[in-house]
């Protein structure tokens, strides 16, 4: 009879452990799986610190010039931007795509010299907070979408129009061409509006001297608007 119990004792010493290994275990990999989901998340949506260069790794942009037929092809979700345009530089309905972060930290750009790019982290339009969008200023022979952006003035007007139609204008309140160290400082304002309770749109570009050994140029253009209607 002593025996049995202790049998009996011995299996359920040995069940229990079992159990608390099993516990063990999985409460680890639940904390590890945790970890790796709260690290990826924290890494995409901390501001980048850099931009997408005008060659990014090596990749040569697109200067093949979208026609009207790509742009009525040109579809997107209802919520997102899908054109922009500025009357003053002549731009009229240019295609927004939306990137993310590159694996060396920076803001993916377009391919297309023409395009412009969403940073998916940032505001949708119709949102609080602001919407980041960069395009290029050329490519190899051709001017891009943003070559002029410079040039705009407090007061011009920018147009987003949304998947589902409904048209977003923003006047400009702030343009600025900053040096690299400069950008770097100044990229996480870029994920704010302008002023604090309206919606806003900044928009980022390359300009300056070309820089071989890091493909990309020394400067940047850094335009900040508020919606207006």
Known sequence: MGLRVSKTRDRLTKGIGIFILVVVVGLFGLLVFNERNLRNNRSEREPMQ?????????????????TEE???EWVVAADRPRFLSIERLGIVN????????????EMATPVNIFDTA?????????????MLVNGHNGGPTLDGVF???GELANGDEIVIERG???IFVFAVVENRVVNMDEARQLMGA????????REGLNLITCIGEWIPSERT?????????????
Do not use: C
């Not at 969403?118 to 602001?130: D, E, F, I, T």
């Not at 994920?191 to 309770?197: T, V």
């Open 50 to 66: 850099h931009l997408g260069t005008l060659y990014g790794d090596g990749v040569e942009v697109d200067e093949t010039e979208v």
């Open 70 to 72: 790509m742009r009525d």
């Open 94 to 105: 240019a295609r927004v795509l939306e990137v993310g972060i590159l694996d060396n930290g």
């Open 118 to 130: 969403w940073y998916r982290m940032s505001a949708l339009p119709g949102q609080s907070g602001a």
């Open 147 to 149: 070559k002029r952006l």
């Open 164 to 166: 589902d139609g409904e």
């Open 190 to 197: 870029m994920m704010e509006s302008a002023e604090a309770g």
């Open 217 to 229: 140029f020394d400067q940047r253009v850094f335009l900040r608007a508020v919606r207006i209607l």
